[in-house]
T-cell receptor, first 116, second 116 residues
Framework: DGGITQSPKYLFRKEGQNVTLSCEQNLNHDAMYWYRQDPGQGLRLIYYSQIVNDFQKGDIAEGYSVSREKKESFPLTVTSAQKNPTAFYLC???????????????FGPGTRLTVT | AQSVAQPEDQVNVAEGNPLTVKCTYSVSGNPYLFWYVQYPNRGLQFLLK??????LVKGSYGFEAEFNKSQTSFHLKKPSALVSDSALYFC??????????????FGRGTQLTVWP
């Protein structure tokens, strides 16, 4: 988990509220990623960014938004439009210029979001 | 499109016995293949990767994986399992070309249990 921090570790929200999950990395990595993990479904990509001020939708972007104003930060907002937001959220980063797929991704410790 | 299949949701082995966690993949182009491990309520830890060269790749904690191009497989192996190896294991793939360069596609994960 070293080098990537996610806060908080546990987050509780009421339905209808937006919530922002923090992801910071001090690895000087160009690329950053957000995944959602649900039991038995593996990791599903929400958004990714290969360079500052640019990001792309992943497979399940609906109801989520991101920004990449700084190289080290990639916050994820879970909006009230996300129908089933309770999940474990993982942030990752990867070194090298954008588009170099052979670098492994480094993961943060995750944030468990519970919405009631 | 890129995809990964982990055909076994669970693998159970006795401590000291060899273990194998299976992974098959489908990509357009040449594959880059990765194995990660996840302990409960933690982020993913990188174990090993195949980019090119020797088909047998050695990684962390005594794990290794064999790339088989004809069978499009990348099975994870360890000669002698430890109870502490019990965790959730993910296989992931990306390719050396195409619009998906840089993003990983994960399998659903295999829960490995090593009993004493």
């Amino acid at each position: 988990d070293g080098g990537i921090t996610q806060s908080p570790k546990y987050l509780f929200r009421k339905e209808g509220q937006n919530v922002t999950l923090s992801c910071e990395q001090n690895l000087n990595h160009d690329a950053m990623y957000w995944y959602r993990q649900d039991p038995g479904q593996g990791l599903r990509l929400i958004y990714y960014s290969q360079i500052v001020n640019d990001f792309q939708k992943g497979d399940i972007a609906e109801g989520y938004s991101v920004s990449r104003e700084k190289k080290e930060s990639f916050p994820l907002t879970v909006t009230s439009a996300q129908k089933n937001p309770t999940a474990f959220y993982l942030c990752a980063s990867s070194p090298g210029p954008s588009g170099q797929g052979f670098y492994e991704q480094y993961f943060g410790p995750g944030t468990r979001l519970t919405v009631t | 499109a890129q995809s990964v299949a982990q055909p076994e949701d669970q693998v159970n082995v006795a401590e000291g016995n060899p273990l194998t966690v299976k992974c098959t993949y489908s990509v357009s182009g040449n594959p880059y293949l990765f194995w990660y491990v996840q302990y409960p309520n933690r982020g993913l830890q990188f174990l090993l990767k195949y980019i090119t060269g020797d088909n047998l790749v050695k990684g962390s904690y005594g794990f290794e994986a064999e790339f088989n191009k004809s069978q499009t497989s990348f099975h994870l192996k360890k000669p002698s399992a430890l109870v502490s190896d019990s965790a959730l294991y993910f296989c992931a793939v990306t390719a050396d070309r195409g619009s998906t360069l840089g993003r990983l596609y994960f399998g659903r994960g295999t829960q490995l249990t090593v009993w004493p």
